[in-house]
């Protein structure tokens, strides 16, 4: 195995697993994807947005759904973030994960509300978050969110790179 390479068998399995379907997505693809599709978005708010998709891999994952879980997480922070703001995007491979992170510039986050971030109807702000935390472990990974005063806050997606068990 290469590094940042991973070489998954010519045909995935497919598993339904709380209503999700697994087949391999192209990780750095989707992201830039998601990018692009929210930049009008951002430049609406003359938000600059940014895109680091530092390696391509292929991922198990249920494209729909991810597509979703990022949706949410880059319109919460568009919409989260003043004018002439920043929000980047960047994948990369590591320890045999996947990592997204979205990281706004406009939002910082009290100690109490990172401790809830997650939790459904946090502050009248709906389901997304909770439904997208649901997508991340029903695919074997890891959600979590961080907040420093001056550098904004982060959401840090890490996905595993082998299907997860049914």
Known sequence: MEKDHVTLPPKLPTERSFGLFFAAILTGFSVYWLVTANSVAASDKEIALTCHAASEAQAPADRTRLLQLFQTLLHHAINSSASGSRISVRSK???GNVQVEITGSGLELSAEDLSNVFAP???GSGLGLF????IVEAHGGQIA???QPGAGTTFQVSLPLTPPRA
């Open 131 to 134: 439904i997208g935390k649901g």
């Open 145 to 147: 969110c961080s907040s």
């Open 93 to 95: 491979l590591h320890d």
């Open 121 to 123: 109807w946090r502050n």
